[in-house]
T-cell receptor, first 115, second 117 residues
Framework: DAGVIQSPRHEVTEMGQEVTLRCKPI?????LFWYRQTMMRGLELLIY????????DSGMPEDRFSAKMPNASFSTLKIQPSEPRDSAVYFC?????????????FGPGTRLTVT | AQSVAQPEDQVNVAEGNPLTVKCTYS??????LFWYVQYPNRGLQFLLK??????LVKGSYGFEAEFNKSQTSFHLKKPSALVSDSALYFC???????????????FGKGTKLSVKP
């Protein structure tokens, strides 16, 4: 398996623009997680899905952030409009609860810079 | 509520010496415990886990961790540190009994390990 795939790996955009981050989880995994990592705040869970259904979005910072999972093999995290304080590394992770009791496998991350 | 504490922001070790990265947890029921490592500009990589059974768990790259239920700890250890072990280490927990969290893990804030030659 190729592991969790994220695209793009790097994104530089101007304040006010829409940003879409993409994630393909490991085939067969039934959970998908979006995290944000910054030096100041560390690793933050934004939202997670189970079988394509959002379970907990309490970590989503504000209404500018939205996430979807239209099918088991694809998820997006959208920021509209983007702001400089959104600059961070965004990670997607997936897991299968029934096997190994839920260790998560992380993608390589998308480094977002908003100028 | 579930929580994880990594009391040290940074651990410094000389190459060849043993290393320990500390982790304590709090859950209502029995824990599933995990260690992850993050190298610069990379995602988190799964190192090892404790589910049940033997309290000493062995994982990747020569790391091991000891589950201590009475002290609610799950410290990461390695007998002989390498410079290449320098990275950020995260401890995580999930409560076996906390049905509402389902697949979610609670991560600690991370400990930066620095191994000097």
């Amino acid at each position: 398996d190729a592991g969790v795939i994220q695209s793009p790996r790097h994104e530089v955009t101007e304040m006010g623009q829409e940003v879409t981050l993409r994630c393909k989880p490991i085939s067969g995994h039934d959970y998908l997680f979006w995290y944000r990592q910054t030096m100041m705040r560390g690793l933050e869970l934004l939202i997670y899905f189970n079988n394509n259904v959002p379970i907990d979005d309490s970590g989503m910072p504000e209404d500018r952030f939205s996430a979807k999972m239209p099918n088991a093999s694809f998820s997006t995290l959208k920021i509209q409009p983007s702001e400089p304080r959104d600059s961070a590394v965004y990670f997607c992770a997936s897991s299968f609860l029934g096997q190994g009791k839920g260790e998560q496998y992380f993608g390589p991350g998308t480094r977002l810079t908003v100028t | 509520a579930q929580s994880v504490a990594q009391p040290e922001d940074q651990v410094n070790v000389a190459e060849g010496n043993p290393l320990t990265v500390k982790c304590t947890y709090s859950v209502s029921g029995n824990p599933y415990l995990f260690w992850y490592v993050q190298y610069p500009n990379r995602g988190l990589q799964f190192l090892l886990k404790y589910i049940t059974g033997d309290n000493l768990v062995k994982g990747s790259y020569g790391f091991e961790a000891e589950f201590n239920k009475s002290q609610t700890s799950f410290h990461l250890k390695k007998p002989s540190a390498l410079v290449s072990d320098s990275a950020l280490y995260f401890c995580a927990v999930r409560d076996q009994e906390y049905g509402g969290s389902q697949g979610n893990l609670i991560f600690g804030k991370g400990t930066k390990l620095s191994v000097k030659p």
